[in-house]
């Protein structure tokens, strides 16, 4: 083999070890989407325990916090106590509401887990998967806040715990509600 192909073997094979070197170092619940300063998508779907239809367009101008779950996972029991402290924090502001997206779940399981863990907001179900595409969910628990104009503000893949929570409350959801600033 002639030394110059040895060199950009070489070279190139320094290269693909830096990007993975690179990707390591990357926080794999922070994925990007194109759908942060974007118009929320809107859905309607049934609520997990009355049945009622619920629709995204019911909450016009005001904040809210879509949290994708379901009962099969794990990280959603995880995150679970969080979300209902997180929604204790807020629910008495009437430009706030959080809403569950039950994803890939049967009924009767969804009704069990709120059931078991608790629960003081509504859940929509999302029987065909459509919200959840339409979000760019890449699966459970992913979480969106939606600003009072209609434009998602802020997605986290994973649970709502620690330092999560506490970024959440203060650096997103106060400051919307306070519209202090514009989060991203």
């Not at 070890?17 to 994925?31: H, N, Q, V, Y």
């Not at 016009?60 to 379901?70: E, Q, S, T």
């Not at 629960?119 to 628990?141: C, E, L, N, W």
């Amino acid at each position: 083999m002639n030394r110059g192909i040895q060199f950009i073997l070489v070279v190139g094979l320094i290269a693909l070890f830096a990007l993975f070197l690179k990707g390591l170092g990357g926080d794999p619940r922070s994925i990007p989407t194109v759908l942060i300063g974007t118009t929320a998508p809107t859905f309607a779907g049934p609520d997990v325990e009355s049945g009622k239809t619920l629709s995204l367009d019911q909450y016009k101008g005001k904040v809210v916090l879509l949290n994708f779950w379901a009962s099969w996972c794990y990280e959603c029991k995880v995150e679970h106590n969080d979300i209902l402290r997180l929604h204790q924090q807020f629910k008495d502001n009437p430009d706030f509401v959080m809403l569950g997206v039950n994803y890939q779940d049967e009924l009767p399981n969804a009704k069990e887990y709120l059931k078991t863990y608790g629960s003081s907001f509504q859940h929509v179900r999302d029987i065909k998967g459509t919200m959840a595409i339409d979000y760019g969910v890449y699966g459970v628990p992913e979480t969106f806040v939606i600003d009072q104009q209609g434009i998602i503000r802020h997605k986290w893949v994973g649970p709502i715990v620690g330092q999560v929570y506490t970024n959440l409350t203060e650096q997103v959801i106060s400051p919307l509600l306070h519209k202090t600033q514009s989060p991203t």
